[in-house]
């Protein structure tokens, strides 16, 4: 397993999901490990542990990555959510947020949707369906989503605990992170007024 950015508190933190997911080589079903590890999340086939796909949620660009990396104090973006999968609209749904420590000038934290699919040649892929911004109360969508205000915020609403999903599929339930700097997200209006408890 390849990690792609430092962590806090350990390069896996959170419980990892067994799922089946169709695989589109065999025309079976597959068990898939589903987990959290440094800024990613990672599909690992149950039976082998071989790789399967890995998809990094770090809001920021490469550019901005680079930079911030070679400073004293680099940034932390970790995945610390369970991933939770859940049937939306027919097709499964993978459901994971993560932190960025409340760090500013990072990017978007928030909790983000994936869709992990497979093709006839034996690839695997996971689709960024959404990224929904805790600090802006906005979604953004496809992997464009996923770097959207790379940069920007105050670190604020990193998700932690692990979603919890309606059987219905129309409602994610999560928490999110207190904030260090709410007069500053306030004033830069990211947070909507009541959402984040002034202390």
Not at 42 to 66: F, I, N, S, V, Y
């Amino acid at each position: 397993v390849r990690f792609h950015a430092s962590s806090a508190f350990g390069r896996i933190v959170s419980s990892a999901n067994v799922v089946d997911f169709p695989d589109a080589r065999t025309g079976k079903l597959r068990s898939v490990v589903i987990f959290g590890g440094g800024s990613s999340v990672w599909a690992l086939d149950a039976a082998t542990g071989a790789e399967l796909a890995m998809q990094d949620l770090d809001p920021r660009t490469p550019a901005l990555r680079k930079k911030q990396e070679s400073t004293a104090t680099p940034p932390t973006v970790e995945v610390e959510s369970s991933p939770a999968v859940a049937i939306v609209g027919g097709r499964q749904r993978i459901f994971v947020g993560f932190d960025t420590h409340n760090q500013a000038h990072v990017g978007r934290t928030g909790l983000v949707s994936l869709e992990l699919t497979s093709d006839r040649l034996g690839h695997w892929r996971f689709d960024p369906i959404f990224k929904y911004d805790v600090e802006t109360t906005h979604t953004y969508y496809g992997v464009a989503g996923l770097t959207v205000g790379s940069g920007q915020g105050w670190g604020c609403g990193g998700v932690w605990s692990s979603p919890a999903l309606d059987p219905s599929g129309s409602t994610v339930a999560f928490g999110t992170a207190r904030c260090d700097f709410p007069d500053k997200a306030y004033a830069a209006g990211k947070i909507p007024g009541g959402f984040i408890k002034r202390e």
